[in-house]
């Protein structure tokens, strides 16, 4: 079986509701068959879409099998804990955390936020090498992928040092062996391409979700654990590096003495704010070195698609500030080489002509620039980008609002005006929404057409207004009524459309001949399927009788259809 993508759609949960699209900031979502499906080249892993499927459609790949056969294997399995553990786990001591992690089967429980402080360790050895520079933080690879892919002009800006997972990665296994096995286990989705792309440092990815899941299926309950001074993270306690989950977190570790407000040190959380950041850099010449910190998530690691939501983005910083213990001696000196090339890989994106964009502006009854609303209902953010979205088939007409509230409504007055019947829809003011001519000839023949009609209350136009006003008060739907108006018998049918709101009547004047020839063979084929049971049950004592009679039924049929009817339809098989 196919190993799903890290992000994925439960196709039969998608309610085509296109709050993904929107709020995707790449667009990496294509449409097929009413399904917003994740396109993988295009995607950088930000999470955005999961937040803000309402029905769940979107998910994570559920890497805990992987973990767990892992710990199945024989092999010494290490936790890389997410420094925002802090945050995940309010209330709940660093020890009793890993005892519960040494429960599940687990080696050892490091810090993540070791390696954190190496890279900050590289950086600042690379930035005074190096002076009047733009340097942009590599440490987390939602933007590292997004510059690659959006923005490789600045490429060349990118610290080329791993991240601090792969970086702590590389240190447990200079320090316990490479036959070890590692687990990383924090708020972000991202860092499963990370393991995809090297396996040969990170074995698997667990979310902080996937962790709860599973300590509830061992019924392990956090606070409830008495830890034992064997309970410490391993080979050491991380210090400076746990600041890194939070905006400025990085700034600290890497610019020693100075503060988070230094114009040598920027941070921008949040994907948008990121872009806004990136406009320029590469042809910005500064005088002394400028460091980006940035992270995609809005508040940072700390507020990443899979952190709790309990509590505020503020209380968890202020968790993460609170437990953080900063090494006196900053900066450090770097002590593992953690090089690593980026190569941009940028997207390309199709130019499309203004007439082929008109063309597919069109295909959805946008023929001016005013019928261009750019509401946004289709998830993107101009009708001119949906355009766009149509021909590079990532979009379909559909998910047009307005065209397909006009589509719906030309089939519907198309419908409503072939009905032989006389058809009205009434409000819960009982005056006339819609009409088709049948009614109009029906009630009121000095009308030319049924718009003329539209607005008027009801009662000025039938005499039996009354029922129409039974069904809005009562909710129970009149069903072939037979009332007499003037030289004719109408069976009248009224029903609700919309509870106490709107509803719908239909007039048939049975007393026309191509009515009563639907009745009487209807009521045939009635008699037909009805006694037919009986019919068959009694037929050895009938003999001949019981087929006359079903003869005689079948010719009445017959002689009032216009083509003749099958056997098999009017009264089956004997």
Same mark, same amino acid.
């Given at each position: 079986m196919e190993r799903p993508n890290a992000i994925y759609t439960q196709e039969r949960e998608c309610q085509d509701c296109h709050k993904c699209i929107r709020e995707c900031p790449v667009k990496a979502i294509r449409v097929e068959d009413g399904y917003a499906r994740v396109v993988p080249e295009l995607c950088i892993m930000c999470g955005n879409c999961i937040l803000a499927c309402p029905s769940n459609a979107k998910r994570v790949r559920d890497d805990l099998p992987s973990a767990k056969s892992l710990l199945s294997s024989g092999r010494k399995v290490i936790v890389s804990l997410a420094p925002s553990y802090v945050a995940q786990f309010t209330g709940v001591r660093p020890a009793q955390l890993i005892h519960a992690l040494k429960e599940l089967g687990f080696f050892a429980v490091s810090e993540t936020a070791l390696g954190a402080q190496q890279v900050s360790a590289s950086i600042n050895g690379l930035m005074q090498s190096e002076p009047r520079q733009i340097w942009i933080s590599s440490a987390c690879p939602v933007v590292v992928d997004f510059i690659s892919k959006y923005h490789p002009e600045c490429q060349p800006h990118l610290f080329e040092v791993l991240s601090p997972l792969l970086?702590?990665?590389?240190?447990?296994?200079?320090?316990?062996?490479?036959?070890?096995?590692?687990?990383?286990?924090?708020?972000?989705?991202?860092?499963?391409?990370?393991?995809?792309?090297?396996?040969?440092?990170?074995?698997?990815?667990?979310?902080?979700?996937?962790?709860?899941? %599973?300590?509830?299926?061992?019924?392990?309950?956090?606070?409830?654990?008495?830890?034992?001074?064997?309970?410490?993270? /391993?080979?050491?306690?991380?210090?400076?590096?746990?600041?890194?989950?939070?905006?400025?977190?990085?700034?600290?570790?890497?610019?020693?003495?100075?503060?988070?407000?230094?114009?040598?040190?920027?941070?921008?959380?949040?994907?948008?704010?990121?872009?806004?950041?990136? #406009?320029?850099?590469?042809? %910005? #010449?500064?005088?002394?070195?400028?460091?980006?910190?940035?992270? *995609?998530?809005?508040?940072?690691?700390?507020?990443?698609?899979?952190?709790?939501?309990?509590?505020?983005? *503020?209380?968890?910083?202020?968790?993460?500030?609170?437990?953080?213990?900063?090494?006196? #001696?900053?900066?450090?000196?770097?002590?593992?080489?953690?090089?690593?090339?980026?190569?941009?890989?940028?997207?390309?994106?199709?130019?499309?002509?203004?007439?082929?964009?008109?063309?597919?502006? +069109?295909?959805?009854?946008?023929? &001016?620039?005013?019928?261009?609303?750019?509401?946004?209902?289709?998830?993107?953010?101009?009708?001119?980008?949906?355009?766009?979205?149509?021909? *590079?088939?990532? *979009?379909?007409?559909?998910?047009?609002?307005?065209?397909?509230?006009?589509?719906? /409504?030309?089939?519907?007055?198309?419908?409503?005006?072939?009905?032989?019947?006389?058809?009205?829809?009434?409000?819960?003011?009982?005056?006339?929404?819609?009409?088709?001519t049948n009614f109009v000839h029906l009630f009121a023949e000095d009308v030319e057409q049924s718009k003329d009609l539209e607005g008027s209350a009801i009662d000025a136009?039938?005499?039996?207004?009354?029922?129409?006003?039974?069904?809005?008060?009562?909710?129970?739907?009149?069903?072939?009524?037979?009332? +007499?108006?003037?030289? &004719?018998i109408l069976n009248t049918t009224v029903f609700t459309i919309e509870p106490h709101s709107v509803m719908c009547g239909i007039f048939q004047d049975i007393t026309k001949p191509i009515f009563q020839k639907e009745q009487i063979i209807g009521r045939a084929r009635e008699v037909i399927q009805k006694n037919l049971k009986t019919v068959q049950q009694i037929a050895y004592l009938l003999g001949e009788n019981a087929a006359d009679s079903e003869i005689i039924l079948n010719s009445i049929v017959r002689s009032f259809s216009p083509e003749e009817v099958d056997d098999s339809d009017a009264g089956g098989k004997q």
């Open positions: 970086t702590h990665c590389k240190m447990l296994r200079a320090h316990y062996g490479d036959d070890i096995a590692i687990v990383f286990i924090g708020p972000c989705i991202a860092k499963k391409k990370e393991a995809e792309e090297h396996p040969e440092l990170l074995d698997a990815v667990l979310t902080f979700e996937d962790l709860d899941h %599973w300590l509830h299926e061992e019924d392990i309950h956090l606070l409830e654990i008495a830890e034992s001074p064997a309970d410490c993270f /391993q080979p050491e306690e991380a210090k400076e590096g746990a600041l890194y989950p939070i905006e400025g977190g990085m700034v600290p570790a890497i610019g020693g003495s100075h503060g988070i407000n230094s114009s040598q040190f920027m941070s921008f959380s949040g994907i948008s704010n990121v872009e806004q950041a990136l #406009k320029g850099v590469s042809e %910005w #010449k500064p005088e002394h070195n400028i460091f980006f910190e940035l992270t *995609a998530c809005a508040g940072s690691c700390v507020n990443g698609p899979k952190a709790a939501r309990y509590t505020s983005v *503020a209380r968890r910083r202020y968790d993460i500030v609170h437990y953080a213990k900063p090494s006196a #001696k900053l900066p450090r000196e770097p002590s593992l080489e953690i090089a690593q090339h980026y190569s941009a890989i940028p997207v390309i994106r199709n130019d499309y002509s203004d007439m082929q964009l008109q063309e597919a502006l +069109r295909a959805v009854g946008k023929f &001016s620039v005013e019928d261009e609303l750019n509401c946004g209902g289709c998830g993107y953010d101009s009708c001119r980008d949906f355009a766009h979205a149509l021909i *590079a088939r990532n *979009a379909e007409r559909m998910m047009c609002a307005t065209y397909t509230r006009k589509l719906a /409504q030309k089939k519907a007055n198309a419908l409503l005006q072939k009905m032989p019947s006389a058809v009205v829809i009434v409000d819960e003011n009982l005056k006339i929404i819609e009409c088709n136009v039938i005499p039996f207004s009354y029922l129409f006003r039974r069904v809005l008060d009562s909710g129970e739907d009149i069903v072939g009524h037979d009332i +007499r108006y003037q030289r &004719s």
